[in-house]
């Protein structure tokens, strides 16, 4: 599958990245392991996750997923060289939370070990800390990368106004540059449509969404209130989903499949790759089988028409 380049950093991607935020939580060590293993062995070699995966979980601290994925690369020798470790700091840990220099290192330093890496590929801020100047933390940042410890960075849940603000202190005193953005996006969630894609396209910043898949809502597993308890996921975000919209949404991604012979999932990280601006939607998954349907959905080439009819669909 064709790659692509992630905004200036020099860092070229596929076309999905795979969502770790389920290494250590709904998908148990054996079955991350296979998915990973599945990852490297047809291209998705790009792993997204986060210091804080899964904190929310019962009896997790956060860091779950990081070890999972640094168990995994220790048990699998060659594959570092192979894959590329996207991770993220910001939200809330035991031990402290937010966008500070000392946070930051400190939070580095945990991810790295918790990884057994020298190196993050792409190390994010997690949401923006208006506590926090964005000089000094993109100064912290700049210091990682000089230590080798980070090779470019990126924002997550930034607004446009503070992403702008921040691409225009990059250069200034040595201050890099967020190479990538990593909005909520999906048929049902646009919003970044207005600004934040317009800005990204003329700065040259990628953006990867996240919960490409409405927390597998669009995937066509939830139809009613009955059908969240199918997962921890759906008890826990996919009840804003069921609504009016939501269906009409689901109702055309099925039309769309049902044409193509494909997947819904498939058809929904289809219609994310084909937007403007768009570097490669987020998706996780717990199974092979469901694994095969993001791997799909990554060659599913979509004719304007049905990304109309979904688009339409929304509005």
């Not at 939580?25 to 054996?30: L, S």
């Amino acid at each position: 599958m064709r790659l692509r380049a992630l905004g200036r950093s020099g860092i070229e991607i596929p076309p999905v990245v795979f969502g770790g935020n389920v290494f250590g939580w709904t998908a148990d060590r054996a079955t991350s392991f296979r998915l990973l293993d599945a990852c490297l062995d047809h291209g998705l070699f790009a792993i997204d996750t986060a210091d804080v995966y899964s904190a929310w979980a019962p009896g997790h601290r956060g860091g779950e997923s990081e070890t999972v994925i640094g168990e995994w690369l220790k048990s699998r020798p060659g594959a570092r060289r192979r894959v590329l470790i996207l991770t993220k700091c910001g939200m809330r840990m035991p031990d402290g939370e937010g966008l500070s220099p000392g946070w930051i290192a400190r939070a580095c330093e945990a991810s790295l070990r918790r990884l057994g890496v020298e190196r993050i590929d792409l190390y994010q801020a997690h949401r923006d800390d208006p506590g926090v100047p964005l000089a000094d933390t993109l100064g912290a940042f700049g210091r990682l990368i000089a230590e080798g410890k980070v090779r470019a960075i990126g924002a997550s849940n930034y607004s446009a106004a503070r992403l702008a603000a921040a691409l225009g202190l990059a250069g200034s005193g040595g201050l890099p540059r967020f190479e990538s953005l990593q909005p909520r996006y999906n048929p049902l969630e646009r919003a970044i449509e207005a600004d934040l894609v317009p800005l990204c396209l003329s700065e040259q910043v990628g953006i990867i969404g996240y919960s490409a898949l409405a927390s597998g809502f669009l995937s066509g597993k939830y139809r009613s209130a009955a059908d969240l308890s199918k997962s921890p996921r759906g008890e826990r975000y996919v009840a804003n989903y069921l609504t009016p919209r939501g269906f009409a949404v689901l109702d055309a991604v099925a039309r769309v499949a049902a044409r193509h012979g494909a997947a819904m999932a498939s058809v929904a990280i289809a219609w994310q790759i084909a937007k403007p601006g768009i570097t490669a939607p987020i998706a996780s998954c717990t199974s092979l089988e469901q694994f095969a349907e993001l791997l799909a959905g990554a060659t599913l080439a979509l004719p304007p028409e049905d990304i109309a009819e979904i688009d339409a669909a929304g509005a």
